[in-house]
C-alpha cells in the first residue's frame, strides 16, 4: 500500500503555506527567543520537556508532604491485593476484588506498594510525573497537528489548577496514567494516519486497551480522532478514517458498558439517588456542560466535593443549560463554514465529558453531579482553543510583540503554577481537604461525615458527634450518618441510647454490614449474648469474609464460656487478615483460658510484634509470664520488662497495669518493690472508685509482704 500524503490543516485559523507554518506554531521571527531555543529544534526540545518536568514538580511541590485522603485507603493503604502475587493475579482476573475494575491502575499500585509500601510521597511523585509526561505528550500531539502555540498549551494544561485533583489525589492515578496512555495511543495513530505503517497501528491499538484498562473514561479517543481529521480535511472518509478506527470504536464500547455494570453490580451506583427520567439527565448533561466550562474559565473556588444539584423538570430555568448549549452549537456549526477550529474544540470537550455528563451512572454522583477529576482530558478542547486565539491575537500585533508576548505567557504560567500551588494545600491531609470542602460546600454531609472519623480518631468526640449530627440533618436518609452518631454514644458508653441508632439504620439499609456489627458489640455490652450473636451470624451470612464479624462472634462465645468455639471464630478471622493483632490478642486469651499457656503466649507475641505499644497487648503477656500456674511458661526478668514499659506508656496513673507490674516484681524475686507497687495500685484503684481492683490489690500485698508471688489458677 502507497503511503498517504500528510493531509494539511486547512480550517480557517491555521495558514497552510510553508512560509506561515512556523507562525502557526507559535514560533515566528517576533517569537520571544527562549520559547523559540526551547522548541525550535528538534535537538532542543528535550529542553521544553525539562521545563515542563520542572515547572509541574515545583508547581505540586506541597503535595511532596502531603497524606492519603478519602479512598485512598480502599485502593491502596487497605488493599490486601497489593501485598501478594497472588492478589495481582486478583486485579486482573477477579472483578470486584479492587474497587474498580481497571488492572492497569492497580498494577501499578501493585509495583508501588513493592517500592516504597505506604509511604505517600513515592505515591505523589508518580502522579507528579505522570502529570508532567502528559503535559509534553500533549506538546508533542499538538505541534503534529501544527496547532498554534502548542508549547503553550502544554504548559498551562501541566499547570492548570482545574488538574490539581487528578495529581494530588492518590487514586487518580487513573487519570494520568490512562491520560498517557491516551496521548501516546492519539500520536501513533496520527503517524499511522500519515504513513499506513500496519505497525504504528497495532500498537496504537495496545496503547489504547491499556489506557482503557487503566480508565475507560477515554473510550472517547476514536472519536476524538474522527473529529481532528474533520478539523483537518473538511470531511471525512470512510475507507482512510472511519474504518481502521472500528475496532477501537468496538474496545471503548465494550469497555465502557463493562465498567458501567461494575460501577452498578460492586461499587453501588445504584438506588434511589440514581432515580432520573431521561428528561432529567438532559438537564443534568447541559448544566455539567456550563459547569465545567465555567471552573476552565475562573479557576478559583475549587473544592472537592460540589454541591449537589436538585434536579426538577419542572423547574423552568434549569432548560436554559441544554438549550443554550444546543444555541452554542448550531452557532458553532454556521461559524464553521470559515473556521471549523471552535467546533471542534467544542465538540471535543462535550464528547470527552460524555462518560461523566450524568447518562450513565457513576457511584460519585451520590454526592455531586461534578468533580474536578471528570474534565482532566476534556479541558484539553477548551485550552486549546483559547491558545491558539492569544497566538492569533499575538500575530495580529506587529509592533511590540516580541516585548509583550513572552511577558504576558510568563506572567500566565507564573499565576496558574501559583493557583496550583494554593490548590494543591487542600490536599495536605483528610481533616484539611474535609474543612476546606465544608467551608466551600457546607450541605456536604459525606465531608461532615468523614471530618467526623478523623476527629473521632483525634479522640475530639464532641466535635466528631456534632458533625454527625449536622450530617443527619443535612440527609437524614443516609443510614452512614444514623450509625455514626451511635458510634459515638456508644464510644460514651451511652448503650442504650446507641442501641435505637443502630436499628435504624438498619431500618434504612438492612443490609449494612458495620451497624450490625455494631448493634451486636452493643447488646454485648448489655449482657443480652444471644441477641448479639444472632447478628453477628446475621452479618456473616451477607458478608463471609466479615473480619469483625468473626471476631465479636468469638468475643460473645468466650463471653458465655465456649471457648472452644470462640478459638475457632478467631481462627477464620485470622485466615482471612493475617496482620490483625487484637485477633492475636484475643486467641491469646482464649488459649491462655484452656490452659494452653505455650501459645497463648506466642499468640501475644504476635500481637505486639504488629502493635509494638498497644498497652493491652503488653499487659496481658507480662501478666502470664508473671503469674503462669506452669513454671516453664514463667519469666519474671521479662515480665518486669514488659510491666514497666506498659506502665511508662501510661504514665503509671492505671491501676490494673500496676498490679501487673507489682506482680512481675514478685516474680523476679524483688518482694520489696512488689509490695510498693501494690499498695500504689490500692490507692489509685480507691481513688477511681474500682473497690473489686482496691480489694484485689490488697491481697496482693499481704502475698507480696510474706515473699510469696502470685499464681493463676488452672481453669476448671
Known amino acids: 500500500m502507497n503511503p498517504v500524503p500528510e493531509s494539511k490543516p486547512n480550517n480557517g485559523s491555521v495558514s497552510t503555506a510553508s512560509s506561515a507554518k512556523a507562525n502557526a506554531r507559535g514560533r515566528g521571527p517576533e517569537t520571544d527567543k527562549v520559547v523559540d531555543f526551547l522548541t525550535s529544534s528538534p535537538h532542543r526540545g528535550w529542553l521544553f520537556g525539562l521545563f515542563l518536568v520542572l515547572a509541574t514538580i515545583l508547581a505540586y511541590q506541597p503535595i511532596w508532604h502531603a497524606g492519603f485522603i478519602w479512598d485512598d485507603d480502599h485502593y491502596v493503604t487497605g488493599n490486601l491485593t497489593l501485598h501478594s502475587l497472588k492478589g495481582l493475579w486478583q486485579i486482573w482476573f477477579v472483578p470486584g476484588a479492587t474497587p474498580q475494575y481497571y488492572p492497569m491502575a492497580f498494577t501499578g499500585f501493585w509495583v508501588e506498594y513493592h517500592l516504597w509500601h505506604l509511604n505517600p510521597l513515592g505515591y505523589h511523585l508518580t502522579n507528579v510525573l505522570l502529570q508532567a509526561l502528559d503535559a509534553i505528550l500533549l506538546w ?31 487514586s487518580e492515578i487513573k487519570n494520568v496514567l490512562s491520560g498517557a496512555f491516551y496521548l501516546s495511543a492519539a500520536l501513533l495513530y496520527l503517524r499511522f494516519d500519515r504513513t499506513r505503517n500496519w505497525k504504528l497501528y497495532c500498537v496504537a491499538l495496545g496503547l489504547f486497551l491499556l489506557g482503557l484498562l487503566s480508565k475507560t473514561v477515554i473510550a472517547t ?3 476524538a480522532l474522527l473529529l481532528v481529521f474533520w478539523w483537518q480535511r473538511g470531511k471525512l472518509s470512510w475507507k482512510q478514517d472511519g474504518l481502521p478506527l472500528i475496532p477501537f470504536f468496538v474496545a471503548g464500547v465494550g469497555a465502557g458498558l463493562f465498567t458501567a455494570w461494575v460501577e452498578w453490580a460492586f461499587v453501588g451506583a445504584k438506588g434511589s439517588e440514581f432515580n432520573f427520567t431521561f428528561i432529567e439527565r438532559i438537564l443534568i448533561a447541559g448544566r455539567v456542560i456550563w459547569f465545567y466550562l465555567g471552573k476552565l474559565i475562573w479557576p478559583v473556588d475549587l ?65 455531586s453531579f461534578v468533580a474536578d477529576h471528570f474534565q482532566y482530558l476534556a479541558m484539553i478542547g477548551p485550552l486549546t482553543l483559547a491558545v491558539a486565539g492569544i497566538d492569533k491575537l499575538f500575530r495580529r500585533l506587529r509592533d511590540g ?4 508576548e513572552p511577558k504576558f505567557c510568563g506572567t500566565l504560567l507564573l499565576v496558574l503554577g501559583g493557583l496550583t500551588w494554593y490548590q494543591c494545600g487542600m490536599y495536605a491531609n483528610q481533616e484539611t481537604l474535609w474543612r476546606v470542602t465544608l467551608a466551600g460546600n457546607p450541605d456536604c454531609w459525606m465531608a461532615r461525615n468523614n471530618l467526623g472519623f478523623i476527629l473521632t480518631k483525634k479522640g475530639e468526640v464532641d466535635e466528631a458527634m ?40 438498619l431500618q434504612l439499609n438492612p443490609d449494612y454490614v458495620e451497624a450490625r456489627n455494631n448493634l451486636g458489640s452493643a447488646l454485648l455490652q448489655k449482657g443480652k449474648v444471644d441477641e448479639a450473636m444472632a447478628q453477628f451470624q446475621k452479618v456473616l451470612q451477607i458478608n463471609p469474609d466479615s473480619v469483625e464479624a468473626y471476631g465479636n462472634l468469638g468475643n460473645a462465645m468466650l463471653q458465655e464460656g465456649k471457648v472452644d468455639d470462640a478459638i475457632v471464630q ?10 490483625n493483632p487484637n485477633l492475636y490478642n484475643n486467641l491469646g486469651n482464649a488459649l491462655s483460658r484452656q490452659g494452653h499457656f505455650e501459645q497463648s503466649v506466642a499468640h501475644y507475641q504476635a500481637a505486639i510484634k504488629l502493635a509494638p505499644n498497644n498497652p493491652s497487648f503488653l499487659n496481658n503477656l507480662a501478666w502470664l509470664l508473671a503469674t503462669c500456674p506452669e513454671a516453664r511458661v514463667r519469666n519474671g526478668q521479662q515480665a518486669v520488662q514488659l510491666a514497666e514499659r506498659v506502665c511508662q506508656l501510661t504514665d503509671y496513673e492505671q491501676p490494673q497495669l500496676i498490679c501487673t507490674l507489682a506482680a512481675a516484681y514478685a516474680e523476679a524475686g524483688r518482694f520489696d518493690d512488689a509490695a510498693a507497687t501494690s499498695e500504689r495500685a490500692r490507692e489509685l484503684a480507691q481513688a477511681a472508685g474500682q473497690q473489686a481492683l482496691a480489694l484485689q490489690s490488697q491481697k ?15 481453669a476448671q
Open 221 to 223: 479517543l476514536p472519536a
Open 466 to 505: 456534632a458533625q454527625f449530627q449536622q450530617a443527619l440533618q443535612i440527609n437524614p436518609k443516609d443510614p452512614p450518618s444514623w450509625n455514626n452518631v451511635g458510634n459515638v454514644l456508644l464510644h460514651w458508653g451511652k448503650v442504650d441510647e446507641a442501641i435505637p441508632y443502630f436499628q435504624k439504620t
Open 303 to 367: 473544592i472537592f466535593m460540589y454541591p449537589r444539584w436538585h434536579v426538577s423538570q419542572a423547574v423552568w430555568w434549569q432548560y436554559l443549560f441544554p438549550v443554550m448549549a444546543l444555541l452554542v452549537t448550531l452557532g458553532l456549526w454556521l461559524l464553521s463554514r470559515r473556521n471549523r477550529g471552535p467546533l471542534a474544540a467544542w465538540f471535543f470537550f462535550v464528547g470527552t465529558l460524555f462518560p461523566a455528563l450524568g447518562f450513565l451512572n457513576a457511584y460519585p454522583f451520590r454526592y
Open 570 to 579: 478467631y481462627q477464620k478471622a485470622l485466615q482471612i487478615s493475617p496482620n
Open 700 to 714: 496482693l500485698l499481704q502475698l507480696f509482704k510474706a515473699h510469696q508471688p502470685y499464681r493463676e489458677r488452672l
Open 140 to 170: 508533542t500531539v499538538l505541534r503534529r497537528l501544527d496547532v498554534p502555540g502548542a508549547w503553550l498549551a502544554a504548559a498551562i494544561f501541566a499547570l492548570y489548577p482545574v488538574g490539581v485533583e487528578s495529581v494530588a489525589w492518590v
Open 401 to 404: 510583540r516580541e516585548f509583550w
